[in-house]
């Protein structure tokens, strides 16, 4: 037994090595306040402003939302960075999973929307995308990274209380009925519909029907009459509270 002490010690020496190790990693991507900048870009008058709203917001809706901002990637991706430092630090409150990450990597000029899962119907994947191509991206672009921080943030909030919406992804002009997008077997029907209404209705207001069955599709003899349509063809500090992450989100450069 005592020849096996130094091995004893020497596994022992190893785990501490380790868990020291690990611990350190921890406290590396530890989220203490609501905006983390490691890179030194924002002024503590800028983070200040930003956290008071960010802690203003969470005692009005329990919703949490945190910047962090580090010069580099190194060797991670983006989507797994962000999401260790979102689910490990337990953005959004336990059960509501209502966290939000906003991560740069400003050197790598990447920058990601992480959401927790109870914020994914407000802030779909195609609005986050939005969001970093409307509000982040420009003002990254021009050097102002607290402007563009401070509007994905508003962005954000609007989302998250419905005032946000994600723009139009189509012609506004395919809301109107047009002809030229109609199958033509479908044009024809309604044109030859149309006409036997026309007709029909005319001949009976006017009183040229004496008789007969000319105005049959409205008496329920046809598939197609009034009572068989219904429904039919024409018929209209911070202090993480355990919150959970999915993967929802976008990413973006600039």
Do not use: H
Not at 48 to 70: A, I, P
Not at 103 to 119: F, P, Q, T
Not at 121 to 149: H, M, S, V, W
């Amino acid at each position: 037994m005592a020849n096996l002490n130094p091995i004893v010690l020497l596994i022992i020496f190893s785990g501490c090595i380790f868990a020291e190790s690990n611990q350190k990693i921890q406290d590396d991507i530890k989220i203490r306040t609501y905006v983390t900048d490691k890179t030194g870009t924002l002024k503590p008058e800028e983070i200040g402003l930003l956290e008071k709203k960010l802690s203003d917001f969470e005692k009005e809706t329990s919703n949490q939302v945190v910047v962090w901002m580090e010069s580099s990637l190194g060797s991670a991706l983006l989507e797994e960075r962000s999401f260790e430092i979102a689910e490990k630090n337990g953005i959004g409150q336990r059960g509501k999973n209502n966290g939000v990450l906003i991560y740069i990597a400003k050197n790598d000029r990447k920058l990601r929307i992480e959401v927790g899962y109870g914020l994914e119907g407000a802030l779909p994947d195609a609005l986050c995308n939005q969001i970093i191509r409307k509000e982040i991206t420009p003002e990254f672009k021009k050097g102002n990274f607290y402007e563009g921080i401070n509007a994905g943030v508003d962005a954000i909030i609007k989302a998250t209380r419905g005032e946000y919406t994600q723009e139009k992804t189509y012609d506004e002009s395919s809301d109107s009925f047009m002809i030229c997008c109609m199958p033509f077997p479908v044009f024809i029907f309604i044109v030859i519909f149309f006409l036997i209404f026309v007709i029909s209705t005319v001949s009976r207001s006017l009183g040229w029907v004496r008789g007969g069955n000319t105005n049959w599709w409205y008496t329920g003899g046809s598939s197609w009459s009034s009572g068989s349509n219904s429904g039919g063809f024409f018929s209209g500090g911070f202090s993480g509270g355990g919150g959970s992450f999915g993967g929802g989100g976008a990413s973006g450069s600039w």
